[in-house]
């Protein structure tokens, strides 16, 4: 029961982080000059992100009540915002095509006609309703995975690339036996022992692939710790965890950025694999695919739902790509060549 | 007097810069004889570099050679197809280049870099080409040339990095050597070594140097022309003497007067105030008016003409026609 | 650029070979004058071990190998016992000391398939005569604990079966080594059961301590077919010989020549099948039916080319493994498959209103209708407080309202496309019991009566006075696949428009058979598909000492336990079809209908569509080596691939002109910035 | 030089126990005997014939000598049988690994070779129309999954050009490559995007070296200039990423190889899993570990041969 209100908690968090952040970036220039080139660069493809967003934040508040004349089960389940969208009891009796007036099979008249815009699923629910649906799962399985791989990685990265030696050696057995454990292996078991939910799968998912980003942050760290201002920071004497936080965090941030991007859309798509294998999350994209897949065989053929829920995905981890290109290439100095 | 080796008239290379394209070199003309070493002398980002690399069709995109004839022994580079253009690098015209700590394949050991300088243009077999390049490397003074051949660039100093550059350039026996910078990345002795190999190329080999320095030190040494660049632009050229003894255009002297060896104790360095204007946003008129301290009207709305002062003594500033008469 | 050209060079290349070569038909060596019949199964058999396999898809091989003592008649329905080794169906009689006695006669002069295990000890030949001892050796396999076969309960019946069990076991750990001898020697040592008696090389008696007409049906089953002892000594898996259960002995008309599980499994014709050995007694399994059904002969299932003939008509079957269903249904139109289940996604395309599409029709094709005898349903334990019989008439009223509630026409529409048959009670068409014009009150969706029971119950609008919220309850589901969850939430919706709230949780086979094994479940999903056609064979599900509660892993899993029930089952097993036995079946019909431990579902309908060049399909729901009485025309196959498979090849132009058209400018620029 | 590989290879094997207990921890998290033998045997057997298994596969003995076993005998590479079907582990992946290596290694080398190629080209012609276009394309093929790739390809090859069987495999050489075209395709496509970005973004970091400057001052012609000189100077980062790819090759792919019909090991780790089958699945994540390990060493010792600079000490 309680899981609308912690959904309903964590949208308010994440727009308080938000203004901090954004105050943040404005008070420093050099990423307030990055943010504009960006936006300079991938206006098209941040605005697709915030939509996203957009319909994921408004699909995280909910709450209950008998408004829009829902009655039974529906009036006592929390509703969110873009459920309230569509009117009460808007399903059918099974598939419909895209702003049709008739069923698909059949023929008989709709209980809504041409008010379906997508058409309707196997179950008669609005093909648009539940791709809107998809978009904060997406969401959640791409920001919850990262926010858990980043400082994951950070840690282990960071403390063996900078302490090096047993550290270092420690850190890398942990890294090899995690990353040669097949992480199917890895997932199935966190997610029985852990429970199917979105945020288990998000935990599972999370753990099994910070291996990778942790060997690149190590990597980086381990140069940073040779190059000259950090020699001379050590010179004037600056402790060892200031030496971390103020030098080698800083120029460790744009592998962060673009790795968060690599990771998101990475998971996003891995999600619809975990679907095929039947431990996929509810309502999302990868298992709207996987359902219609065998949608394909029919003659005449039903694309609707295939179509919407992979162009959904495809436009979102394609404007994370391209804003992930864009990041990396403002944000790491060495590709910024610049020659006369 | 037979053709020039070297003839570059009215040169202009382009860059784009906010929306347009800028003229990074701007109506550049030199000439160089064989066996005479021209210096190109002036601040960075004055377009020497420019005006050598769109010599070669060198020019790094998005970078493009806009208008202009560059003359090599006779022919005209810009009429070169793709491939002509190749075979006359390294065999016509051979260039060496400011660091020699990353000049070099680091990857490839150093006798193979110029093994594959020879084979490049002749059919020739690894055992001479090997046999080649250890000449070569005698005669730019590289100690132990045998073993140094299988030496990766790493493994070598700065010093002979660069001596290995120019037995590369040497190694077709081109006409037109260009140098850019060929010292500035060394230490004191051993850019007088390397000097020293350049007058040796140009007196016992008599091949044509273009040299690129902002190192009047350097100029003093080697150049028997010099060419002084400004914005793009040739402010002033002569022979050694017309240029360093009389110089006439008031950035030529300014220029001088700022070396510090020239400087009399206790007395502040002197300086010439302001900045180069960047390409794209250079001033009408003289592009030296907004510095110069006998700047007058003219300077700043019409462009000054070549003013004829010596024999091969020419500057491009009103004030010096004003001063023979000419205005 | 040299490099790029290079490698366009190559690739250019590479794809004109594949192009040139390129045919779709996965069949290299298909010598179109050959009979051969192609097929597909889901997945690698887990085991062809007659004694351990247990599912339909390994069945439809093993029957083809194993002959079996008796077996159904093809085309008669319902199902009709008929001789096959043994020569004469036996009558159960009754010794003098009160048990039951079944008697088999061999036909003298029928042999295994040749096999080097029969050469072993230098005995010269390379195959032996079937005989009596043969089929004993198979039932004591069945009893050997270290087959680990699944049907032992059900032949426990027979004298002396468990007892047989312990004797070996107790054997094999007193003296390790006994282990290691001659499997027959061991059987021999441990004085074989005292119910299975060989009374010289062709005669076989069972005997059995308590009456079990049914016992015949399981010989009919590949369980009870002959297996020489030679072969399982011999194939035990040691240096590099196969294990027994992937190296089969035919006696069958058919036997296993290649056996790459994961890929291609074929069978050729057993040239020491008894009926190709002795065409002269054309034995009724030997020889293609001449009456069946009503409706056969119009079926074209009798036409005179075939009825009489000597039996089997395929020379080869081969089977490819198709582990997703679209790929499968595709090579089945394209004509790669003869015949195919079809998939419920296609099915609009291949049958509209019951009968085949024009389209299909005008292929040539052709549609075989048949219901299985299975029931799926869902299921109330029957212990839990508040759905079972715990709850008293509140229990009952609210499994009657969401009884009510389900509309199963719907189902079939959305999700079989009204292929199955609305299920009235446990028993499905072609069984004994089935009553066709029985309609279930509870089985027909009323809605409103449905919230009517729930407000009786307590439940008005479907809250729970308790939570003052909606009646939480859980429904457990063995099958966490998306297409699963599909099906489930068609229930959860129907329930939710009464006003129930159910939760869905699927877990995967295991986890489910846990929570049933615990009784942490309230409602649940499974299905029956019968052994035997027989309805013990479904009422069994419903009798109470069946109950999983009280013995786990049996198969009353709803926990159904009724008194009157119980006693009507124990008097109706056992009795012969009749009038009587209706009666019986009848009041425990009514029962059901009351108590609503199940809602029934439907039993499934199979439909079968196979190509115009494959004759006398006639699909049934238990295992029948039916390969036998098909017939394949492999030239007329021929003609319809290649016509079916002409390439439409515009999408292939559109494309390329597509990447002409990016790469166009991609070229100018090439040729521009060239420097 | 000996030395570090010995470290390395005594540090892999420490690597390997640690790969084999985390495995014996989280497999008996999820799953006990009973599912197992249940699994084996099947459904309907009765209560005493699963212990009968159990006790033969020696699962019912305390975990401490289980797990000694199965580091005993994972390390003398005594594989042993599968609990699935008593099938020899060792049988199963020599039947198994041909399959999967038929289409895995063809687009494993078809998809390096184009993927350098074109990066090559398009990172030479930097800023241009041809880069542009270049990333989108890469960045399009990136992001679609490859269960659409399958699905579309099989519509619109198997189904309407007809070129090539919708599915099935044949080891036959003559008629293998007809089975393995549209899986390498897939394999190609899905994997270029990712591909092209990073080789990408590598040459043209190398473009902007002096040396390349000076090789193209000596008469190189470009081709030789990307080919020869950037290509050998960037091979660090390729290499790094490519031998990283080359243990999966023998595991083949799980959506290919069942949509496809290929018989390769695809499968067998997810089945094993599925299936509770404890011993095929060791033996697949001791492979996997110790083909990890290996190409790791490997990898560190061609960064000796490919960059003089590298010296392992």
Known sequence: ?340 | MSAPLLEVTDLVTTFPADGSRAAVVDGVSIHLEAGEVLALVGESGCGKSMTALSILRLVPRPGRIESGRIELAGRDVGALSVNEMRRVRGAEAAMIFQEPMTSLNPVQAAGDQVVEAIRLHERVSAADARARTVELFERVGIPDPESRFDAYPHQLSGGIKQRVMVAMALSMSPKLLIADEPTTALDVTIQAQILELLREVRDRIGMGILLITHDLGVVNELADRITVMYAGQVAEEGTREDVLARPRHPYTQGLLASIPSRARPGEPLAEIAGVVPSPGRFPSGCRFATRCFRVIDRCRSEAPEATRIGEKHRAWCHVVAAEEGKA | MRVGRRVWGAIALLALIQIASCTNNPYPDSADSVKVRYAYLPGPPKTLDPAVSYNYADHTILANIYETLLEYHYLQRPYLLMPGLAEAVPVEQTLPDGRYSYRFHLRPGMRFESDPCFARDGAGTTDREILASDVAFQLMRIADPETISPVVATFSKIDGFAEFADRLVALRSSDPEFGKRRIDRQYADAEGVEGIVVHGPYELEVVLHEPYPQLLYWFAMPFTAPVPWEAVDYYDGEEGRPFFKEHPIATGPFRLTRYEKHNRIVLERNPNWYGTLHPDWRAPGTVYPSQGEPGDAEAGLLRPEYVGKPLPFLERIEFRMEKENIPAFNKFLQGYYDASTIIQESFDRAVQEGRLSPAMKARGMELEKSVDPDIYYIGFNMNDPVVGARAGDRGRKLRQAMSLAVDVVEFDRVFQNGRGVPAQSPIPPGIFGYDPDYVNPFRTPDPDRARALLAEAGYEGGIDPRTKRPLRLSFDTPDPSTRGRLTYQFFVDAWRRIGLDVELNATNYNRFQDKVRDGAYQIYMWGWIADYPDPENFLFLLWGPNASSTNPGAPNTSNFVDPRFDALFVTMKDMPNGPERLAKIREMRAILQKQRPWIELFHRENYVLYHGWLQNVKPAGISLPASKYVDVDPTLRTERREEWNRPIVWPAWALLGISVLVTIPGIVTFFRERQ | ?313
């Open chain 4, 1 to 313: 030089m000996i030395g570090y590989a010995l470290r390395r290879l005594l540090y892999g094997f420490l690597v390997v126990q640690g790969v084999l207990g985390l495995l014996f921890v989280l497999f008996f998290l999820y799953a006990e005997p009973m599912d197992m033998a249940r699994r084996a045997v099947g459904e309907k057997a009765p209560p005493a014939v699963l212990k009968l298994w159990i006790q033969e596969h020696g699962y019912d003995r305390p975990w401490t000598d289980q797990l000694r076993d199965h580091y005993v005998r994972m390390l003398s590479f005594d594989f042993g049988r599968s609990d699935a079907d008593e099938v020899p582990i060792a049988r199963r992946l020599r039947e198994g690994v041909g399959p999967s290596l038929s289409f895995t290694v063809p687009t494993f080398a078809l998809g390096l070779v184009l993927g350098v190629a074109l990066s090559l080209f398009v990172a030479y012609f930097r800023e241009t129309y041809i880069d542009r276009t270049g990333v989108v394309i890469a960045v399009l093929a990136m992001s679609v999954s490859i269960l659409l790739y399958i699905i579309g390809s099989q519509y619109l090859i198997g189904k309407i050009l007809n070129w090539f069987p919708i599915s099935g495999f044949d080891p036959d050489p003559r008629v293998l490559p007809r089975f393995v075209a549209m899986p390498i395709l897939i394999g190609v496509v899905a994997g270029i995007g990712g591909d092209l970005r990073f080789y990408r973004t590598v040459f043209v970091e190398e473009t902007s070296r002096d040396y390349v400057r000076t090789a193209r001052a000596k008469g190189c012609g470009d081709g030789r200039v990307m080919a020869f000189h950037v290509l050998r100077n960037a091979l660090i980062p390729i290499l790094t990423r490519v031998v990283t790819a080359i243990p999966f090759l023998f595991t083949g792919s799980l959506l290919i190889e069942s949509f496809f019909g290929i018989p390769g090991l695809g499968a067998v780790t997810v089945e094993a899993i599925q299936g509770n089958d404890f011993s095929t699945l060791r033996v697949m994540v001791f492979i996997g570990a110790l083909a990890f390990i290996l190409f790791q060493i490997v990898t560190d010792f061609t960064y000796t041969l490919v960059d003089p600079r590298v010296r392992l000490e």
């Open chain 1, 1 to 340: 029961m309680g899981g609308y209100v912690v959904s309903n908690a964590v949208v308010a968090l994440l727009g308080v982080g938000a203004a901090f952040t954004v105050r943040a970036v404005r008070r420093s220039r050099f990423w307030s000059d990055a943010a504009r080139e960006l936006a300079r660069r991938r206006p098209l493809a941040l605005l697709a992100i915030a939509v996203y967003v957009g319909v994921g934040l408004a699909d995280s508040v909910s709450w209950i009540d008998a408004a829009g004349g829902v009655q039974g089960v529906e009036a006592h389940t929390p509703r969110s915002l873009i459920d309230r969208a569509f009117p009460a009891g808007f399903q059918e009796r099974s598939y419909s095509a895209p702003f049709a007036e008739v069923e698909f099979y059949g023929g008989a008249p709709l209980e809504h006609p041409g008010a379906h815009w997508f058409g309707t699923d196997i179950l008669g629910r609005d093909v648009l309703h539940l791709t809107l649906k998809g978009a904060r799962i997406a969401l959640l399985i791409g920001g919850l995975t990262s926010l858990i791989v980043i400082p994951l990685a950070l840690l282990f990265g960071m403390s063996a690339g900078y302490l090096g030696g047993r550290v270092d050696d420690a850190v890398f057995f942990v890294i090899s036996t995690l990353a040669s454990i097949p992480n199917l292996l890895l997932l199935i078991a966190l997610i029985l022992a852990l429970g199917r939910g979105p945020v288990q799968v998000c935990v599972a998912m999370g753990v099994t692939s910070w291996v990778g980003f942790a060997r690149i942050v190590r990597g980086e760290t381990f140069k940073l710790r040779e190059l000259d201002y950090v020699q001379a920071a050590r010179a004037l004497g600056a402790s060892e965890a200031r030496i971390v936080l103020r030098h080698i965090l800083p120029n460790v941030m744009h592998l962060v950025v673009i790795t968060f991007v690599l990771l998101f859309s990475g998971t996003v798509l891995s999600e619809a694999i975990l679907s095929f294998l039947g431990i996929g999350i509810d309502g999302s994209w990868g298992q709207m695919i996987d359902q219609a897949r065998d949608e394909l065989a029919r003659d005449p053929i039903i694309a609707w739902n295939l179509a919407a829920a992979s162009v959904a995905l495809f436009l979102l981890i394609l404007a994370v790509n391209r804003v992930g290109d864009a990041v990396r290439d403002i944000l790491d100095p060495r590709t910024l060549v610049e020659d006369l």
